[in-house]
């Protein structure tokens, strides 16, 4: 018997009634545009967290998991901001806002499996609500996964649960990437009408791959910093008179930084408008198959997070500047910033090579030793 299946069995005294998982994400372009009603891009990780449940006939929440010894009990009505605390919040969250949404929701007994890198950039909070939603959607009823709609309603619930219990301003993208992206495509996300589509992604079939360098540089968006990004965007789009910073026509960019106050205003939205264009400038590409064209989107990318938008730091730069010297096609910073990951586009059969070098500069900047690996574009949220 699998580890979580016996891990639950054990705890609770039964079988669960089925486990379910969910992926984390890398964004391939499009960043800090969600929350912006703009563009995003990500793809579905291959890494899962796995969540082992079973319904129950009262409104209690039994959380316990794999990675930690934490095991919580908690009335779906008692959930707040707060309660349950740490990474049960996301667990509870979910069960409360679908409940908050109108589904008619119980207790679960729920062990959960993590698998997604945590503190990466990678959406491991995200994983862990996806998969929630699902055994959930499957155990009581709601029938919400076999439909886009369906799952863009648990993507919803699950990034209430996120905003509202853990605490987290977060945009919608990481929790419709792991709800909507399938396997040998990125999902072209509108994060204005929620509108998702399927773009091709395979670079195996031009001997490419996808690195994705973990630098464990501490990354928390709680703290202050995403917030503060988010209402400079607000504070922009008051001034030009628009709802989303999405709706300054690339076009006439200059002439709306002119009517913005002060520099900092000018640079967070140049890289908001100009960004948003890059999306769809590299799912371009990618029809067209011109991958030179995609890595010099992901450098120019990289260059507006780092410069106008200021969410860089040293590690990620580094990573970005080793890949690129290395023969990278492109590469930048995925996720919110402050840390977390970044992505390089490389030859396969340059992956080793790149790695290698990244490691070195590293050591030699005396940094925590990075993560590096290659990524497929993977499969949504689903019964296991
Ligand atoms: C984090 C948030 C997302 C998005 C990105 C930046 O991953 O959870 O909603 O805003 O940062 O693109």
């Not at 796995?50 to 006939?57: F, G, H, L, Y």
């Not at 792991?178 to 670079?203: E, I, N, Y």
């Not at 590690?315 to 970005?320: G, I, K, P, Q, T």
Request: net charge negative; proline share 4%; charged share 25%.
């Amino acid at each position: 018997m699998p580890r979580l299946t016996k891990t639950f069995t054990a705890r609770f005294g039964h079988a669960p009634e089925g486990v379910w998982s969910a992926p984390g994400r890398v964004n391939l372009i499009g960043e800090h545009t969600d929350y912006n009603g703009g563009l995003a891009l990500p793809i579905a990780l291959p890494h899962r967290t796995r969540c082992a449940a079973s319904p129950r006939e009262d409104d209690l929440l039994r959380i316990h998991s794999l990675q930690d010894d934490a095991f919580v009990e908690v009335l779906i009505q008692d959930v707040a901001p707060d309660m349950p605390k740490g990474w049960t919040a996301y667990v509870a969250g979910v069960l409360w806002s679908l409940r908050e949404a109108g589904y008619a929701v119980r207790g679960l007994d729920v062990v959960v499996d993590g698998q997604v890198p945590l503190g990466a950039g990678l959406s491991s909070s995200a994983a862990l609500e996806c998969s929630v939603a699902a055994a959930a959607s499957d155990l009581f009823g709601l029938d919400l996964l076999g439909s886009v709609e369906g799952r863009s309603a648990l993507a919803a619930a699950c990034q209430r649960a996120e905003n509202d219990i853990a605490g987290a301003p977060t945009g919608g993208m990481d929790q419709a990437a792991s709800m909507h992206a399938t396997k040998k495509h990125a999902l072209r996300l509108d994060c204005r009408d929620g509108a998702t589509t399927q773009v091709p992604f395979d670079l195996s079939a031009h001997d490419f791959t996808l690195l994705v360098t973990d630098t464990r540089a501490s990354h928390a968006l709680a703290d202050g910093q995403y917030g503060a990004r988010r209402d400079s965007c607000e504070t922009a789009a008051d001034v030009l008179g628009v709802e989303f910073l999405r709706d300054v026509d690339p076009s006439a960019l200059d002439e709306a930084l002119a009517k913005l106050p002060d520099d900092v205003l000018r640079r967070r939205t140049r890289h908001v408008v100009t960004e948003i264009a890059r999306v769809d400038e590299v799912v371009e590409a990618l029809r067209q198959g011109d991958l030179a064209e995609v890595g010099r989107l992901f450098t120019a990318s990289h260059e507006s997070l780092r410069d106008d938008y200021e969410v860089s730091c040293t590690e990620l730069d580094l990573v970005v500047d080793t890949a690129l010297a290395e023969g990278a096609l492109g590469a930048r910073m995925t996720g919110g910033g402050f840390g977390g990951s970044a992505i390089a586009l490389v030859p396969a059969a340059d992956a080793e090579r790149v790695t290698a070098a990244i490691a070195a500069a590293f050591a030699n900047a005396k940094l925590t030793a990075p993560i590096s690996f290659s990524v497929t574009a993977a499969g949504p949220a689903a019964k296991d």
